[in-house]
């Protein structure tokens, strides 16, 4: 059976959706046999409230103890797991300028793009058909692998779109040559296949096989269970026969200046 041995998409308790401290999903990790974990948390957002944070994402003043608390764990399990402290972020034209130079003071080794939003604040994994969102995504999604910051695209089919088939099928190979061109690899999100979202969404796939996209399997753990899935990762690596993806189980760390 094939088997998973790194994983950077991860989150904590500190997101107030997810569930484990750090040091859970770390021992929970060697125990499955993974020798590097990236964990990936939500970036907090400059001006939410505690409040307005609540459920989403963490606060500001709680960044530089997530980063601490990675790098620590990092120097005391380091003969046994090679740990990172990176940041799932949003690509907003308006601000990632502040994010991405807060994440640097604070030590953040990595980004990856989770595009949760599109312009106007709609959830892009809510249904509806309206083109115009759909070519906002990718449109977003792009512009943010252009800054040169994102080492792997997550869930790059989260954009949940139900209008014409057709019409999708271009907007997505668009976004796949894109990654293709700049090198950054696409993730297949096996958390979404355990739980039956809309993603993997087949269509999307279609068109990264087609394009060639280097794949990346991420395990999006919102708690230490998700990490060990054996028949998931098994359900991933089958899909990715099966369509013809090409899969890499590492990925190039674009480190934060």
């Not at 998409?9 to 040091?23: D, L, P």
């Not at 793009?113 to 115009?132: M, R, W």
Request: proline share 4%; aromatic share 10%; glycine share 10%.
């Amino acid at each position: 059976m094939e088997h998973m041995t790194s994983n950077f998409h991860s989150h904590t308790w500190r997101c107030g959706h997810a569930v484990g401290t750090e040091r859970e999903y770390v021992d929970t990790a060697i125990k499955a046999g993974f020798t590097v974990w990236g964990f990936s948390d939500h970036i907090p957002l400059p001006g939410y409230s505690p409040e307005r944070s609540a459920g989403m994402r963490m606060t500001m003043d709680q960044l530089q103890g997530y980063v601490d608390t990675v790098k620590d764990l990092g120097d005391e399990y380091g003969e046994k797991i090679e740990l990172h402290a990176g940041l799932e972020a949003e690509y907003v034209p308006a601000l990632f300028g502040e994010l991405s130079r807060s994440a640097v003071r604070a030590g953040v080794e990595y980004l990856i793009l989770g595009q949760h939003f599109t312009t106007g604040g709609a959830y892009s994994g809510a249904a509806a058909d309206s083109p115009e969102r759909l070519r906002d995504y990718c449109r977003l999604v792009k512009e943010g692998m252009e800054t040169g910051l994102f080492s792997l695209v997550a869930h790059p089919d989260l954009i949940n779109f139900t209008g014409d088939a057709a019409l999708f099928y271009d907007e997505a190979r668009g976004l796949c040559l894109r990654a293709k061109e700049l090198g950054i690899p696409l993730e297949l999100n096996l958390l979404g296949l355990a739980m039956g979202k809309h993603y993997p969404n087949p269509a999307f796939w279609c068109a990264a096989a087609e394009t060639g996209n280097r794949v990346v399997f991420s395990l999006d753990a919102h708690a230490p269970e998700h990490i060990a899935i054996p028949r998931v990762i098994e359900r991933g690596f089958g899909i990715a026969r099966d369509m013809g993806l090409d899969i890499t189980g590492s990925i190039d760390l674009k480190r934060l200046k």
